[in-house]
């Protein structure tokens, strides 16, 4: 599986950004998506996932509210809608996923993902 994210780039504290994950290679059955970040120096963050129905969602504390995470219904394309940008929530954003039906309980994790894309950088400033 090859996973290809884009959509990054600079905005202004308060501002939005969507990012696209876009899967393609072997992918059959169900699976579940999660996007990630990573500050320099900072451990990464699980921040959001889906299933492959769209049925299951799950997000991180921090960005509830704010991110919304959507797909195309088993398409193999992920979506990640932020609103209310802050600066500190510049890092690195990754897309992941994993040959599971759900979002589970452990999904914000790094172990476990089948496939992990090479990232698109968003950053935040004042």
């Known amino acids: 599986v090859t996973v290809a994210e884009s959509g990054g780039g600079l905005v202004q504290a308060g501002g939005s950004l969507r990012l696209s994950c876009q899967l393609s290679?072997?992918?059959?059955?169900?699976?579940?998506t999660a996007w990630f970040r990573q500050a320099p120096n900072q451990e990464r963050e699980g921040i959001a996932c889906i299933n492959w129905t769209g049925s299951n969602r799950k997000y991180g504390d921090s960005v509830k509210g704010r991110f919304t995470v959507s797909n195309n219904n088993g398409q193999n394309t992920i979506w990640l809608q932020m609103n209310g940008l802050k600066p500190e929530e510049t890092a690195m954003y990754y897309c992941?996923?994993?040959?599971?039906?759900?979002?589970?309980?452990?999904?914000?994790?790094?172990?476990?993902?089948?496939?992990w894309g090479q990232g698109t950088q968003v950053t935040v400033s004042p």
């Open positions: 992941a996923g994993r040959f599971v039906p759900y979002c589970s309980d452990t999904w914000s994790t790094l172990q476990g993902y089948d496939f």
């Open positions: 290679g072997s992918i059959t059955g169900r699976y579940a």
